[in-house]
């Protein structure tokens, strides 16, 4: 991370490093002092300087390790409850189900990402293209579902613990799931 006094330039409308950054790296709590030679606004920007190839590296096949568990412990949670029909009768059984179902397609549809797309453009969906577009706009939908999906549980809990009399809601998961799958495709096209 590197700390670089700016000031605002309102007619090119961007920071504009033109005044003198004195820090110690080695003690970044110690503050930062900035020379300026005029009484602009100006403000210290924090530079993120270039990731180590070999950190980026590690970075990358640790996310892919660990979603990579994630998705097998996703599909067991799947596999061990759908066939279990006397479990599957609790609307929040059901619930569970579907929030780990769009939980495990947006992680797969992220891990995939690494083989469909490449940076050097090589891979079978290319940058800047249609299928990119579509690629992305799937991508920000499932996790989209997700979150609706976990404050559709959080709303569940919010009625089995504080309005623990009245809370039962008709066609429950037709509703829920129309919520989660549906209101989000009206989100997202706007």
Not at 9 to 37: F, H, L, Q
Not at 59 to 81: K, N
Not at 159 to 183: N, Y
């Amino acid at each position: 991370l590197q700390y670089i006094c700016s000031s605002y330039n309102p007619n090119k409308g961007k920071w504009e490093a033109d005044c003198e950054t004195i820090y110690d790296s080695s003690a970044m709590e110690a503050g930062v002092i900035c020379r300026c030679t005029h009484n602009t606004s100006f403000a210290v920007v924090m530079a993120a300087v270039e990731i180590d190839p070999g950190f980026l590296e590690s970075q990358t096949m640790l996310s892919q390790i660990l979603l990579g568990g994630s998705s097998v412990g996703l599909l067991a949670t799947v596999g061990l409850i759908l066939p279990a029909s006397s479990v599957m009768k609790s609307r929040s059984v059901k619930v569970n189900v579907a929030f780990s179902f769009a939980l495990l397609l947006a992680t797969l549809t992220f891990l995939l990402q690494g083989v469909l797309i490449k940076e050097d453009n090589s891979g079978i969906i290319k940058l800047k293209s249609t299928a990119c577009l579509i690629y992305t706009m799937l991508q920000h939908y499932l996790w989209l579902v997700v979150f609706m999906w976990t404050m559709v549980e959080g709303f569940l809990m919010y009625l089995s613990l504080v309005q623990v009399f009245g809370s039962h809601i008709s066609k429950a998961l037709i509703k829920f799931s129309a919520l989660a799958w549906g209101r989000r495709i009206t989100t997202f096209t706007l």
